[in-house]
């Protein structure tokens, strides 16, 4: 069986009003996401920082189109 992919909602220091959608590889990272983390992730064509405000197993988004932490 195949465990569900870990999703985590981030904020970024910019003017937007939403949060991302972002997949955690618990793996590749080495820690559980936390609320209030600080993050860099790839955002467009650069790396941004972030919080995690979020943490769940679902997405409204296709998750194999999310991008990774």
């Not at 970024?12 to 080495?30: M, N, R, S, T």
């Amino acid at each position: 069986m195949t465990a569900k992919p870990i999703v985590v909602q981030v904020v970024l220091d910019k003017p937007l009003a939403q949060g991302f959608d972002y997949l955690w590889d618990i793996e590749k990272l080495g820690i559980e996401p936390a609320l209030g983390q600080i993050v860099e992730l790839p955002f467009g064509r650069s790396k941004a920082i972030g919080i995690v405000i979020k943490v769940s197993t679902h997405s409204d988004f296709e998750i194999e189109k999310l991008k990774s932490v």
